[in-house]
T-cell receptor, first 114, second 113 residues
C-alpha cells in the first residue's frame, strides 16, 4: 500500500496563478483532510471531507476550494495564488468519522508563491 | 472551542538524557488526545493516543504520555533519547463527536551527542 500520496512535491507559482494539489489514498478511508503548516503555527485545517460527496470548511478556508472526486481522491485548488499561501500542504485520511481515529498523512507539497 | 498549547517551542537535550514535552489543552467536552511526530521533510506519523482507560499511554520508539484530566495536560516523556529522536512533535486533540484534529504549534526536539 502506498498510503497517502500527494502531487506535486514542490511548486513555485506567481501571484495570481492557479493550481490544484492532488491527494489520493489507497486505504479505503472515508474521511480526508487538507492542512497547511507554517513555521511556529503548527498544522491548521483548511477543508475536510467526512465522507464521499461531502466537504466542510476548516479553520482557514479562504482562498481555497476542494473537490472530493471519489472515495480515494481529494483535491485542493488555489484559484488565484497569493504570497500568504506560501506553505507546506498536507493531506491526511482516516477510516471513520469518530474523533478517535488515527489520521494518516501524506509527504506534503511545498508551495512557494512569489 | 478546543485549543492546544505546547509550552515549549524548542527543547535541546543531550543523547541518553530524559525528556518531557509539555502539552495542555482546553475543551468544554470530553476529548481524545494524540501525539504526532514529524521527521525532517516528512509527513506526520502517530506516536501514541489516549482514548480512554489507563491514563498512562505507551507509544512507539519508547515514548509514553500521561493524561491528567484535572490539569488538562498530556505530557510526552522518554527516559533516554537518541539522536534519531530529533524531530518536531505535535500534540493534538479532537472532540469525541468531532472529526477534525486541532494541533498545537509544535515542539522541536533537538538531540545532540
Amino acid at each position: 500500500n502506498a498510503g497517502v500520496t500527494q502531487t506535486p512535491k514542490f511548486q513555485v507559482l506567481k501571484t495570481g496563478q492557479s493550481m490544484t494539489l492532488q491527494c489520493a489514498q489507497d486505504m479505503n478511508h472515508n474521511s480526508m483532510y487538507w492542512y497547511r503548516q507554517d513555521p511556529g503555527m503548527g498544522l491548521r485545517l483548511i477543508y475536510y471531507s467526512a465522507s464521499e460527496g461531502t466537504t466542510d470548511k476548516g479553520e482557514v478556508p479562504n482562498g481555497y476550494n476542494v473537490s472530493r472526486l471519489n472515495k480515494r481522491e481529494f483535491s485542493l485548488r488555489l484559484e488565484s495564488a497569493a504570497p500568504s499561501q506560501t506553505s507546506v500542504y498536507f493531506c491526511a485520511s482516516t477510516s471513520g468519522v469518530g474523533g478517535y481515529n488515527e489520521q494518516f498523512f501524506g509527504p506534503g507539497t511545498r508551495l512557494t508563491v512569489l | 472551542a478546543q485549543s492546544v498549547t505546547q509550552l515549549d517551542s524548542q527543547v535541546p537535550v543531550f543523547e541518553e538524557a530524559p525528556v518531557e514535552l509539555r502539552c495542555n489543552y482546553s475543551s468544554s467536552v470530553s476529548v481524545y488526545l494524540f501525539w504526532y511526530v514529524q521527521y525532517p521533510n516528512q509527513g506526520l506519523q502517530l506516536l501514541l493516543k489516549y482514548l480512554s482507560g489507563s491514563t498512562l499511554v505507551k507509544g512507539i520508539n519508547g515514548f509514553e504520555a500521561e493524561f491528567n484530566k484535572s490539569q488538562t495536560s498530556f505530557h510526552l516523556r522518554k527516559p533516554s533519547v537518541h539522536i534519531s529522536d530529533t524531530a518536531e512533535y505535535f500534540c493534538a486533540v479532537s472532540e469525541k463527536r468531532g472529526t477534525a484534529l486541532i494541533f498545537g504549534k509544535g515542539t522541536t526536539l533537538s538531540v545532540s551527542s
